[in-house]
């Protein structure tokens, strides 16, 4: 087994990474950080839980650190779901000491020599690493995966963009709550309510977007070039983000032949069997009224993206629109990392 931490434990991300490494054939927790608000508890004494499945037993009893990698020891991977302003600061240090470090976080994110990876598109890109160790004398590294409406979408987009001409996509999210955490947004705020702005989301979607599709030439990234815009919002639904995509194509395509690259879109981790890669990525409805958070955040445990209502826009030429149904803490965050480091193990 390897060893592996959680920063940012206590957190809505780093409970669903403790949830999903429960029964994980390869990965055995042995340290979880918080804040200096937590250090020093028992992690069921500093945590407010909010899985649907109970705090795995072999964690209850486990006291929380401050994060800071002296504290963290014999530990081979740690997963970050720290605040961004505090990975800035902290998962360099991790890296420093010698561990591989898998970030949710947005703070190292767009660094050039920081692979920014969903292992079922640019797996390629994780040749960074090597170049980021030399670079910065690291003998750890740092990985991150995408935020969450941006992995969302890009699943859906990679094999579209692998088969046919792209040239404008638009985007309007309906995101889940805990997508801002646990305090990220007051009921008052969002019950019987929409909030039409996340902060600096639109910006993330875009920028990752493009560089997750780009090509990497052994050095860097080139982003990917087609035209995108985002509106993003805030919606009272607890899990799952929900997009309305909007494509135009630059030249003529037939509708069932995007639905068949979606359908049949199958890549690296599902080469590999990696355990916690869905057998189906993509998974196309056909019914009006889907995909819907509640039905469909679950579909593959919460690693499958699902879409629906795939169909031509009649007024605008070579142009078709869907709707995509991502979990943004499985799929989105915790899942994503998990799946990085899976990936990482089996063929580094
Ligand atoms: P959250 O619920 O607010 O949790 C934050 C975690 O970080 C808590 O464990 C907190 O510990 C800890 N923390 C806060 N300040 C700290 C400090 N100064 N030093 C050390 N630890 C500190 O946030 P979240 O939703 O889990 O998000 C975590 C990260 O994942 C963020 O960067 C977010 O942008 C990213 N992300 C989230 C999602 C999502 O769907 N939620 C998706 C993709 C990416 P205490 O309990 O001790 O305060």
């Known amino acids: 087994m390897v060893n592996v931490g959680i920063l940012g434990a206590t957190g809505m991300v780093g409970q669903r990474f403790i949830q999903l490494l429960e029964d994980h054939p390869k990965f055995e927790i042995t340290a979880l950080t918080a804040s200096q608000r937590s250090a020093g508890k028992k992690y069921q004494d500093a945590v407010t839980w909010h899985m649907d499945t109970p705090i795995p037993e072999a964690v209850e009893d486990t006291v929380v650190v401050d994060t800071d990698p002296s504290l963290v020891k ?3 991977i740690v997963f970050s779901a720290l605040p961004a302003g505090n990975a800035a600061v902290v998962e360099p240090k991790f890296a420093e000491a010698g561990m591989k470090v898998a970030s949710n976080a947005s703070a190292m994110r767009m660094e050039p020599d920081v692979p920014l990876v969903i292992p079922e598109v640019n797996p390629e890109h994780l040749d960074l ?3 980021q160790q030399k670079r910065r004398g690291w003998d750890g590294f740092i990985v991150t995966n995408p935020n969450c409406s941006t992995i969302a979408l890009v699943l ?29 947004v007051p009921s008052m705020a969002i019950l019987d309510n929409l909030v039409p702005f996340i902060g600096e989301e639109e910006e993330k979607m ?15 990234v080139e982003p990917a070039s087609f035209g995108l815009s985002t509106s993003c919002h805030r919606v009272p639904v607890v899990d799952g983000h929900t997009e309305a995509v909007f494509m135009e194509m630059d030249e003529e395509f037939e509708l ?19 355990f916690s890669s869905p057998k189906n990525p993509i ?22 993206v699902t879409v629906g209502r795939l169909r031509e826009d009649a007024n605008i030429p070579n142009s078709f629109k869907y709707v995509l149904l991502g979990h943004n803490t499985i799929r989105g965050a ?3 990392s998990i799946l990085n480091a899976e990936l990482i193990a089996e063929i580094m």
């Open 129 to 131: 690493i090597e170049i």
């Open 334 to 336: 915790a899942g994503a």
């Open 74 to 76: 014999d530990v081979e």
């Open 206 to 220: 875009e920028e990752e977007t493009l560089c997750l599709l780009g090509d990497f030439d052994g050095e860097n």
């Open 256 to 274: 069932e032949d995007v639905k068949k690259s979606l359908t049949d879109f199958k890549a690296l981790p599902q080469k590999l069997n990696l």
């Open 156 to 184: 859906t987009l990679k094999p579209i963009y692998d088969n046919f001409d792209i040239k404008r996509v638009y985007v309007s999210t309906m995101q889940a709550v805990s997508g801002a955490g646990y305090n990220g």
């Open 283 to 304: 998974i196309v409805r056909e019914e009006d009224n889907r995909p819907q958070p509640r039905m469909d955040r679950m579909r593959e445990k919460g690693m499958a």
